[in-house]
């Protein structure tokens, strides 16, 4: 599978799919891709990275999109879309742009999160209003909505967002969430807008496609203060229970030092394979970070480590990973590839 990948593209602020995001995603389908999946594709437009996010509250955004699903399938791949809202870390300019808060008056937005503290940004963040009752109702259905244009733009996988400090991690982890209502206090109250979102989805979703859903396996924060392991054990089973079919499983980003120091292959592999191991539920997992050879990749699945590798960074170096992976591991008998490309891979 293709990593969801942020390429901060469109134009005009309108989250419509580009040029840039119709050669991204396809030429990776043309690579060989079993799994192409987009970017964190906002469900509404204060749930943006940046201005220039991809996404798909309207008409126009689901139109772009189709075309981009429909050559993915032609090459042999399958379209997945992730839905995503960022919650307290929105209305920030693009990487290459500084990666700085937005606020109003320059062109960016007043964001929302479960509680009001907001991303670290010192005084620079925009104002993080707390998310009302009504206003979570809302966030459901917006996903709700998002996943049914998602559909009619021909995806046939739905991934959930919540890893990476975005929204619904925000509820889940006790570092972000101080409320006191039902989506606060303890485990049950602050995962239950996860859970609830991905019902909705799953909702919508027909039965024969699946919905996957990222988590953060930890907080790489102290464990009595923040999100673990062991909650994402106990997470993943619940989503089972309200229809997800597969668990993504990354890592951090719910503060700017709940990161690893020093992250290596397989980096956060050891999580997906307690998650897998430990859940009782009969739910598949995919894991995702420092995946950057074949040869990982073949053994993650063929030791039955996790039942997906996911691969980001390698396919922004190599948008033909999976065609050199073939090669690589003798197993050209075993992929189609586009017949335009045979004289050089092999097949």
């Known amino acids: 599978m293709v990593s969801p990948m942020c390429q901060y593209s469109c134009d005009a602020r309108d989250g419509v799919a580009t040029d840039w995001h119709r050669t991204h ?14 970017e964190a594709t906002a469900v509404e437009a204060r749930g943006r990275i940046s201005p220039e996010d991809l996404g798909i509250w309207t008409d126009e955004q689901t139109a772009a999109l189709a075309p981009i699903t429909e050559f993915v399938r032609d090459q042999g791949s399958v379209p997945g879309i992730q839905l995503a809202h960022a919650g307290r870390k929105a209305s920030t300019s693009r990487p290459w742009d500084g990666h700085e808060p937005l606020k109003p008056d320059a062109g960016g937005w007043d964001v929302v999160g479960p509680s009001e503290e907001p991303w670290p940004y010192d005084d620079k963040a925009p104002t993080t209003e707390r998310l009302t009752r009504d206003d979570i109702e809302s966030v459901v259905d917006s996903f709700r909505a998002a996943a049914e244009r998602a559909l009619a733009a021909g995806f046939e996988v739905a991934e959930v967002h919540a890893a990476h400090g975005y929204l619904l991690h925000e509820f889940c982890s006790p570092v972000t969430n101080h409320r006191e209502d039902g989506y606060g206090g303890d485990f049950e109250g602050r995962t239950r807008l996860t859970r609830e979102v991905t019902a909705a989805v799953r909702a919508v979703w027909p039965d024969d496609r699946p919905v996957f859903v990222r988590i953060s396996a930890t907080d790489w924060l102290p464990e009595r203060e923040s999100w673990t392991v062991a909650d994402s054990v106990r997470l993943a089973d619940d989503l089972a229970d309200v229809g997800a079919d597969l668990i993504d499983v990354s890592g951090g980003g719910i503060s700017p030092n709940s990161w690893p120091e020093n992250p290596g292959p397989n980096y956060q592999l050891p999580y997906a394979e307690r ?5 009782e539920a009969d739910i598949t997992v995919g894991a995702v970070g420092g995946i950057t050879t074949p040869e990982q990749a073949e053994a993650i699945i063929a030791n039955d480590r996790a039942d997906l590798a996911i691969v980001g960074r390698e396919h922004l170096r190599d948008p033909y990973f999976t065609l050199h992976a073939a090669q690589a591991l003798d197993a050209t008998d075993d992929i189609e590839g586009p017949p335009q490309y045979r004289r050089a891979f092999g097949f």
């Open 25 to 38: 995603l396809t030429s990776r389908a043309v690579g060989g891709a079993g799994l192409v999946m987009t």
């Open 275 to 279: 998650i897998r191991r430990e859940t």
